[in-house]
């Protein structure tokens, strides 16, 4: 992202930030319309334009502040790298490298699938959210290929980004996993 300087699409940003975190993790990213996906990026980026650093009109994510945090000189070098790497791709080129070497994400895609999925297990599986960020989260009930989450805690609010229960059953919606609370099954 360093080495642009215009706008970049939204599409792009993701794109390239999901190729970004292969080689030095930052991101957690899940399946979606389009191939990977963080709602924690989206989140971040929303809070980067609050703070002014970034703006968003559209479909367009521009840097408008020319002195953002330090970045560490390794990951300087990685983003330089990737951002010429993949500089000649068109949005085109970028999915389907992406949907090729990454089928995985594919599954849920309006674009194209390369990969099939099915939810066609059955059984009771326990996951806890200590650690994870909701992107991290969601992947993992989709590998799983959990079709209900019962959340049974006593109080379903967190501080954590994207599990208050009412983000946690919209991002659940999204990927078409059905949320249901039921604090009576948690511990009191």
Same mark, same amino acid.
């Given at each position: 992202?360093?080495?642009?300087?215009?706008?970049?699409?939204?599409?792009?940003?993701? +794109?390239?930030?999901?190729?970004?975190?292969?080689?030095?993790?930052?991101? *957690?990213?899940?399946?979606?319309?389009?191939?990977?996906? %963080?709602?924690?990026? !989206?989140?971040?980026?929303?809070?980067?334009?609050?703070?002014?650093?970034?703006?968003? /009109?559209?479909?367009?994510?521009?840097? #408008?502040?020319? *002195?953002?945090?330090?970045? *560490?000189?390794?990951?300087?070098? #990685?983003?330089? @790298? *990737?951002?010429?790497?993949?500089?000649?791709?068109?949005?085109? @080129?970028?999915?389907?490298?992406?949907?090729?070497?990454?089928?995985? !994400?594919?599954?849920?895609?309006? !674009?194209?699938?390369? @990969?099939?999925?099915?939810?066609? %297990?059955?059984?009771?599986?326990?996951?806890? !959210?200590?650690?994870?960020? #909701?992107? +991290?989260?969601?992947?993992?009930?989709?590998? &799983?290929?959990?079709?209900?989450?019962?959340?049974?805690?006593? &109080?379903?609010?967190?501080?954590?980004?994207?599990?208050?229960?009412?983000?946690?059953?919209?991002?659940? /919606?999204?990927?078409?996993?059905?949320?249901?609370?039921?604090?009576?099954?948690?511990?009191?």
């Amino acid at each position: 992202m360093l080495s642009y300087t215009g706008p970049i699409n939204r599409l792009r940003f993701v +794109k390239l930030m999901f190729l970004l975190s292969r080689s030095k993790p930052s991101y *957690d990213f899940v399946p979606y319309k389009y191939g990977p996906f %963080s709602f924690q990026l !989206y989140h971040d980026l929303s809070r980067l334009e609050r703070e002014g650093f970034v703006s968003t /009109e559209g479909d367009a994510v521009c840097l #408008i502040r020319r *002195d953002p945090p330090k970045i *560490d000189h390794k990951l300087k070098s #990685i983003i330089k @790298m *990737d951002a010429q790497r993949f500089a000649s791709f068109d949005d085109k @080129m970028l999915l389907d490298y992406i949907y090729d070497k990454y089928p995985e !994400y594919t599954i849920f895609s309006l !674009y194209r699938r390369t @990969m099939e999925y099915d939810r066609n %297990s059955k059984g009771i599986v326990t996951i806890g !959210y200590e650690g994870k960020t #909701i992107d +991290k989260f969601l992947n993992e009930l989709i590998i &799983n290929k959990i079709n209900v989450l019962m959340d049974v805690r006593r &109080n379903a609010y967190s501080m954590k980004f994207g599990f208050h229960h009412a983000k946690l059953n919209n991002y659940l /919606e999204k990927i078409g996993i059905d949320y249901i609370h039921i604090p009576q099954l948690g511990i009191p």
